[in-house]
């Protein structure tokens, strides 16, 4: 999982080849931090594949207003520089990022 600030967003997501996960967190984001664990493992199963990229918004307001991001959590796909698709909120489960990370998978 690679930590992506507001210097670096852009290389390594909007200018990335294949597909970028991107889990957009903030600080004292509650359903954010259970979601973690669950995004670093997904990284290690599927990283062979997918590029996974975490965002910290609290800490990168600008890209993240930048990229849309108004509610927290959001678990985005990019491909070519723009998201294609996202989980955002309540519709963020553990079960939904899986599903949407695995039909990505099967595609690359």
Do not use: W
């Not at 597909?19 to 990284?43: E, K, M, N, Q």
């Not at 590029?51 to 207003?65: D, E, G, M, P």
């Amino acid at each position: 999982m690679i930590e992506a600030d507001r210097k670096n967003f852009d290389q390594e997501v909007l200018e990335a080849e294949g597909t970028v996960i991107v889990d957009f967190f903030g600080d004292g984001c509650v359903p954010c931090a259970a979601l973690r664990p669950h995004i670093d493992a997904f990284s290690e199963k599927y990283g062979d594949k997918l590029k996974f990229v975490a965002l910290n918004t609290t800490k990168a307001r600008r890209a993240a207003i930048a990229q849309g991001i108004m509610g927290l959590p959001v678990i985005g796909v990019y491909q070519g520089g723009k998201r294609v698709e996202e989980l955002v909120k309540d519709a963020a489960t553990v079960e939904a990022v899986e599903a949407m990370i695995k039909k990505y998978y099967e595609q690359a």
